[in-house]
């Protein structure tokens, strides 16, 4: 991790509280626990992990939506998690964001231009013509016209509103957009368009995002780098290409199984293979050993008592697996299931 | 210059557009409701009747006739041609009180919906947003409120503020005000869930844009039925206040008033008893129509998005 990047995170912990009875606090359940990421101006991360996982948590603690229960993110000189929930004006217009459903993200009683508008009316002195010199700039970005201004979110597909939610995350041209799953509330052919939008924005715009999916062929397509979370904790983190050709920790290589393949023989091969295995779920208590401990089939006696480390990978990244522990091997690792094609 | 002013016309033009087609449609929906646009068009008759009262009345309100007392409609036997429905037992003429009755009703109604509806949106949001101990706070204030029967409760704020027709105004206005808040609240609290919220939040808006500017407007059909409801309930309380002679004060022609004014009369001199109670009955359900179609057309769940 080092120090050119524009976003650390550093032992990141997030808790949801619950209420007891009396509204004293009940018990913690722990969304994050210690995570650790860093991305680069320009660079895409991409944080994929099943439901639950706590990649959104993560999302919301760099939106500012949700305060950090312990460890700190710093973005450029300002550490977020001291901040809490409250950013001041220039750090909150350099993070925007994209939400997974287009049809909830939009305001249904404003038109696009005040929906794309809204940032810089919140940040910026713009006049009411500026802003509108702007908003026909941000559509045309997203290869939308003039004619769509005065209109409402219910008169566009779900494909032109995540255009909207992008024109207007990239009115004042933050460092770092997160985006939250963008792409799977839409067809697979507006998928396309979507993600090659973000794509050409992100080149000629130089903006990082931090990608959350669970869509691990599509995070690796737009990714430069992947973490893979599993019940709060990042299991696994690395270069895209390394992660999804050669995955490391048991969970992505699980993870990636999970993809469907073509050849229905080679299919139920694979899940033939994959019934063999254990399928125990751990209980999220998560005090204590790898969380994947319960489902792995690699499992050993200290996976019990001990969380495993970060340990560094052949090819770049990291593993959080005792496997990985010493040099041992990382060439028995290249994989009895494969990665697919 | 000579550019920008067809540019300008241009916009103003697609904005009419615009709002042209959401008119179009919510009339669309309105109309499927027979019952409705009957209600509509009252209304619009009983607007047109109070702005018009003073050209349309054949005498003055409060003007004594001592030659024509109880004198019935005309069509009665005994009815006299220049007092079309009769007079009341002081001689007045009763066309002329019914129809600047209709501006008092109105007026009632407007004033009473705009005070209940702005305090109760402004709390309703407040506690909608905010949630918690503000909350708990406002809820169980309301829940007081709503705790007594309205009509009872807005009778001893009169009878503390003073009888009059402004006072009993703010009565019913503070009587009525609690659905507005838990209408509003509720609305809030469904909507200041949803991503757009959260998206104007990352954008940067603050408290008071979010609530004011984000969310409310997004809550206002549900509002906007409860108001017209409101204010046909308005005008029915205030009626009630009048026959109870905590409201207008007699020499008013407010429909209520009127009521009380007639009580003995009843059985003697029907018309002066029946036609005030027929306006109140036909504006509260000309209203309550109106209300219900407007529902039908604004109601989201009803309607495709």
Same mark, same amino acid.
């Given at each position: 991790?080092?120090?050119?990047?524009?976003?650390?995170?550093?032992?990141?912990?997030?808790?949801?509280?619950?209420?007891?009875?009396?509204?004293?606090?009940?018990?913690?359940?722990?969304?994050?626990?210690?995570?650790?990421?860093?991305?680069? %101006?320009?660079?895409?991360?991409?944080?994929?992990?099943?439901?639950?996982?706590?990649?959104?948590?993560?999302?919301?603690?760099?939106?500012?939506?949700?305060?950090?229960?312990?460890? &700190?993110?710093?973005?450029?000189?300002?550490?977020?998690?001291?901040?809490?929930?409250?950013?001041?004006?220039?750090?909150?217009?350099?993070?925007?964001?994209?939400?997974?459903?287009?049809?909830?993200?939009?305001?249904?009683?404003?038109?696009?231009?005040?929906?794309?508008?809204?940032?810089?009316?919140?940040?910026?002195?713009?006049?009411?013509?500026?802003?509108? #010199?702007?908003?026909?700039?941000?559509?045309?970005?997203?290869?939308? &016209?003039?004619?769509?201004?005065?209109?409402? %979110?219910?008169?566009?597909?779900?494909?032109?509103?995540?255009?909207?939610?992008?024109?207007?995350?990239?009115?004042?041209?933050?460092?770092?957009?997160?985006?939250?799953?963008?792409?799977?509330?839409?067809?697979?052919?507006?998928?396309?368009?979507?993600?090659?939008?973000?794509?050409?924005?992100?080149?000629?715009?130089?903006?990082?995002?931090?990608?959350?999916?669970?869509?691990?062929?599509?995070?690796?397509?737009? &990714?430069?780098?992947?973490?893979?979370?599993?019940?709060?904790?990042?299991?696994?983190?690395? %270069?895209?290409?390394?992660?999804?050709?050669?995955?490391?920790?048991?969970?992505?290589?699980?993870?990636?199984?999970?993809?469907?393949?073509?050849?229905?023989?080679?299919?139920?091969?694979?899940?033939?293979?994959?019934?063999?295995?254990?399928?125990?779920?751990?209980?999220?208590?998560? &005090?204590? #050993?790898?969380?994947?401990?319960?489902?792995?089939?690699?499992?050993?006696?200290?996976?019990?008592?001990?969380?495993?480390?970060?340990? %560094?990978?052949?090819?770049?990244?990291?593993?959080?697996?005792?496997?990985?522990?010493?040099?041992?091997?990382?060439?028995?690792?290249?994989?009895?299931?494969?990665?697919?094609? | 210059?000579?550019?920008?002013?067809?540019?300008?016309?241009?916009?103003?033009?697609?904005?009419? +557009?615009?709002?042209?087609?959401?008119?179009?449609?919510?009339? *669309?929906?309105?109309?499927?409701?027979?019952?409705?646009?009957?209600?509509?068009?009252?209304?619009?008759?009983?607007?047109?009747?109070?702005?018009?009262?003073?050209?349309?009345?054949?005498?003055?309100?409060?003007?004594?006739?001592?030659?024509?007392?109880? +004198?019935?409609?005309?069509?009665?036997?005994?009815?006299?041609?220049?007092?079309?429905?009769?007079?009341?037992?002081?001689?007045?003429?009763?066309?002329?009180?019914?129809? *600047?009755?209709?501006?008092?009703?109105?007026?009632?109604?407007?004033?009473?919906?705009?005070?209940?509806?702005?305090?109760?949106?402004?709390?309703?949001?407040?506690?909608?947003?905010?949630?918690?101990?503000?909350?708990?706070?406002?809820?169980?204030?309301?829940?007081?409120?709503?705790?007594?029967?309205?009509?009872?409760?807005?009778?001893?704020?009169?009878?503390?503020?003073?009888?009059?027709?402004?006072?009993?105004?703010?009565?019913?206005?503070?009587?009525?005000?609690?659905?507005?808040?838990?209408?509003?609240?509720?609305?809030?609290?469904?909507?200041?869930?949803?991503?757009?919220?959260?998206?104007?939040?990352?954008?940067?808006?603050?408290?008071?844009?979010?609530?004011?500017?984000?969310?409310?407007?997004?809550?206002?059909?549900?509002?906007?039925?409860?108001?017209?409801?409101?204010?046909?309930?308005?005008?029915?309380?205030?009626?009630?206040?009048?026959?109870?002679?905590?409201?207008?004060?007699?020499?008013?022609?407010?429909?209520?008033?009127?009521?009380?004014?007639?009580?003995?009369?009843?059985?003697?001199?029907?018309?002066?008893?029946?036609?005030?109670?027929?306006?109140?009955?036909?504006?509260?359900?000309?209203?309550?129509?109106?209300?219900?179609?407007?529902?039908?057309?604004?109601?989201?769940?009803?309607?495709?998005?």
């Amino acid at each position: 991790m080092s120090d050119d990047a524009l976003l650390e995170i550093r032992d990141l912990d997030v808790t949801y509280w619950g209420r007891s009875l009396l509204g004293l606090k009940g018990k913690g359940f722990h969304a994050v626990k210690s995570a650790n990421l860093s991305i680069r %101006p320009g660079e895409t991360l991409g944080l994929v992990g099943e439901s639950g996982s706590g990649k959104s948590s993560i999302a919301n603690t760099v939106l500012g939506l949700v305060p950090a229960t312990a460890g &700190s993110i710093r973005f450029g000189d300002v550490d977020l998690a001291s901040m809490r929930t409250r950013y001041p004006s220039a750090v909150r217009k350099e993070i925007q964001a994209v939400f997974q459903d287009p049809y909830s993200s939009l305001n249904p009683s404003m038109t696009v231009e005040d929906i794309v508008t809204e940032a810089l009316r919140v940040h910026t002195a713009m006049t009411r013509d500026e802003r509108r #010199g702007r908003a026909l700039e941000l559509l045309k970005l997203v290869s939308l &016209s003039e004619e769509h201004l005065e209109r409402h %979110p219910h008169q566009f597909s779900g494909g032109q509103r995540q255009r909207i939610a992008i024109a207007s995350a990239l009115a004042l041209t933050p460092k770092l957009i997160v985006l939250d799953e963008p792409v799977s509330a839409l067809d697979v052919s507006t998928q396309n368009q979507i993600i090659n939008l973000l794509y050409e924005r992100r080149d000629a715009l130089g903006i990082a995002y931090l990608l959350i999916a669970h869509d691990l062929a599509l995070v690796h397509h737009i &990714s430069d780098r992947i973490a893979v979370m599993y019940l709060g904790h990042i299991v696994e983190e690395g %270069p895209s290409d390394r992660v999804y050709r050669s995955p490391a920790h048991p969970y992505t290589k699980a993870l990636l199984d999970a993809v469907p393949l073509l050849d229905p023989d080679a299919q139920r091969r694979r899940r033939a293979t994959r019934k063999a295995l254990p399928a125990r779920e751990t209980p999220r208590v998560a &005090s204590q #050993g790898c969380p994947y401990r319960n489902r792995c089939p690699h499992v050993m006696p200290r996976c019990e008592a001990e969380m495993p480390p970060d340990y %560094p990978v052949d090819g770049g990244g990291t593993a959080a697996c005792f496997l990985f522990d010493g040099s041992t091997a990382t060439t028995e690792r290249t994989s009895d299931l494969g990665a697919p094609a | 210059m000579a550019t920008s002013t067809p540019n300008a016309l241009q916009e103003a033009d697609r904005h009419a +557009v615009t709002m042209g087609q959401r008119l179009s449609e919510f009339w *669309y929906y309105f109309s499927e409701n027979r019952g409705a646009v009957i209600g509509l068009w009252v209304f619009v008759f009983l607007v047109v009747v109070a702005i018009l009262a003073p050209l349309l009345a054949p005498h003055m309100p409060q003007q004594q006739y001592r030659d024509a007392i109880l +004198v019935p409609p005309y069509w009665q036997e005994g009815g006299r041609a220049a007092y079309l429905l009769g007079t009341d037992a002081v001689g007045r003429d009763l066309l002329s009180r019914l129809l *600047y009755g209709a501006r008092f009703s109105l007026f009632i109604g407007v004033i009473v919906t705009t005070l209940s509806l702005t305090v109760g949106i402004f709390f309703g949001v407040i506690a909608g947003y905010v949630g918690g101990k503000t909350d708990t706070f406002i809820m169980r204030i309301m829940d007081v409120i709503l705790a007594f029967p309205s009509l009872l409760l807005a009778l001893v704020l009169v009878a503390v503020l003073g009888p009059g027709l402004i006072n009993a105004m703010i009565a019913i206005a503070l009587v009525l005000q609690p659905h507005f808040v838990r209408l509003t609240r509720a609305a809030v609290m469904s909507e200041k869930t949803r991503d757009y919220v959260v998206a104007a939040k990352v954008a940067g808006a603050k408290p008071l844009r979010l609530m004011f500017k984000t969310i409310l407007p997004n809550c206002m059909a549900p509002l906007i039925v409860q108001a017209t409801l409101s204010f046909s309930t308005a005008i029915l309380d205030a009626a009630a206040l009048g026959f109870l002679g905590m409201g207008a004060q007699p020499p008013t022609p407010e429909w209520g008033t009127m009521l009380a004014e007639a009580r003995e009369f009843i059985l003697r001199a029907w018309w002066v008893v029946t036609l005030p109670g027929l306006a109140i009955l036909v504006t509260v359900l000309a209203i309550n129509l109106m209300g219900d179609g407007l529902r039908d057309a604004l109601d989201p769940k009803l309607k495709r998005s």
